[in-house]
């Protein structure tokens, strides 16, 4: 790693993979604080259906990144990068390691380099036609504007189909295909978690079902309750979008466990497709992760 630019570490893996436990394990060994790459944790009250850690859990380990965006406000990874880069600049005035987890790919090309396509303004005329198409119109659009990006995005996932479309029609260029120039930021070592199939699936059916027993239906009936709209940003998380079916009475509830595993086993596929063509990861084995990370992070940080 080179000496001149600021050192951080990145644990990633698909969801349900154990990236929270290895990354405070990596903290305390190398004098870190953590900083979350979950999409879905920046949100307040929304611990239950994301498992946020609870803080009796991070072993001393300051965290950062997490519950400080009002449910009811979109959030961009434009806004996660600059919020994120000045947090990153905090821990590293401390002479701290800044240790990122999480599953969220975007959100760690956007910490490392630049992405201009996030800045493209949004014509509000275009965007009004595309809102109204059906999920369905809205993919095929995508579908030949940025074949890629169709096929990463889940189809409920309007938000991100409609800013795609408006990159690649703005722009010429799909948000796939973008490239910045600029060297990373940081000198940057990134470390996953390679999960056999089997043990993934049996982690994401285990903590599906803690979810549900530690009050996942009670926690969304109280967002919505209190105002949260279920088009929210926010609401479309895994298992949040499906609980509020539920509630609402358009999915039965019976079968709510099944369809929130489904939606994360698939989430998960979509997380390692976006890792695997990640230049530079050091992937190690679901066994003994933690202690290979801290192996690798104090030979090539040497913060020890």
């Avoid at 965006?69 to 806004?79: G, I, L, M, N, R």
């Avoid at 948000?175 to 199939?197: H, K, Y």
């Avoid at 699936?201 to 949260?228: K, Q, Y």
Wanted: one cysteine or more; hydrophobic letters at 40%; proline letters at 6%.
């Amino acid at each position: 790693m080179s000496v001149d630019k600021p050192k951080i570490v990145a644990v990633v893996g698909p969801t349900a993979s154990g990236k929270s436990d290895a990354a405070i394990e990596l903290c305390l060994a190398l004098d870190g604080e953590a900083v979350s790459m979950d999409a879905m944790q920046v949100y307040q009250g929304m611990r239950v259906g994301t498992a946020r850690l609870d803080p009796s859990r991070w072993r001393g380990v300051p965290h950062h990144a997490l519950a400080y965006v009002p449910p009811d406000t979109p959030y961009s990874v434009a806004e996660y990068a600059r919020d994120t880069l000045i947090t990153i600049d905090g821990i590293l005035s401390r002479g701290k390691l800044p240790v990122l987890v999480g599953g969220t790919g975007l959100y760690l090309s956007a910490v490392r380099r630049p992405m201009r396509f996030a800045e493209t303004a949004a014509d509000p005329k275009f965007r009004e036609e595309l809102e109204r198409l059906d999920n369905e119109s809205l993919r095929a659009r995508l579908m030949e504007l940025d074949p890629p990006t169709a096929a990463r995005l889940p189809i409920g996932d309007r938000r991100r189909m409609v800013r795609a479309v408006e990159i690649a029609a703005a722009t010429g260029t799909p948000m796939s295909a973008w490239r910045d120039s600029e060297e990373d930021r940081f000198d940057t070592l990134v470390m996953g978690i390679d999960t056999p199939r089997s043990v993934l699936l049996e982690r994401i059916h285990r903590r599906t079902r803690s979810m549900l027993d530690a009050g996942l239906v009670g926690e969304v009936g109280f967002l919505l309750r209190h105002g949260l709209s279920p088009d929210a940003q926010s609401m479309q998380a895994i298992g949040y979008k499906e609980t509020a079916l539920a509630l609402a009475g358009r999915w039965p509830r019976d079968r709510l466990q099944e369809a929130i595993e489904v939606r994360t086993r698939q989430y998960a596929k979509r997380q390692m497709t976006w890792f695997r063509k990640v230049e530079g990861i050091r992937w190690l084995g679901w066994e003994g992760a933690a202690e290979g990370m801290v192996g690798i992070g104090r030979e090539r940080v040497r913060r020890l």
